[in-house]
């Protein structure tokens, strides 16, 4: 679905509070959940604005958000 918001809170409810306390004790994880919201963010303007942007360059976005959830999920697995 375009425009789908895909922040941390909305697609990891269950993991509120550790979200939170990692990202006031873990400098790791806070600079990459900024990252992270950065990234989903532009590529939500970018879908909503029908994708002004090549779809090489979309799928290279959407890739380096899904590395970085990826990322960011294993330390919520591991608190």
């Known amino acids: 679905m375009l425009g789908e ?4 809170l909305s697609d990891f409810p269950e993991y509120e509070e550790t ?3 990692l990202t006031e004790n ?3 994880f806070s ?3 900024k990252q992270y919201h950065l990234l989903d ?10 994708s002004p942007v ?8 959407k ?8 990322f960011l999920y294993q330390k919520m697995l591991n608190g």
């Open 5 to 8: 918001n895909h922040a941390l």
């Open 19 to 21: 979200i939170r306390t």
């Open 26 to 28: 873990d400098q790791s």
């Open 31 to 33: 600079e990459k959940a």
């Open 41 to 50: 963010g532009q590529i939500r303007k970018l879908e909503l604005r029908n």
């Open 54 to 61: 090549s779809d090489d360059n979309m799928l290279q976005l």
């Open 63 to 70: 890739h380096e958000r899904s590395i970085l959830k990826d």
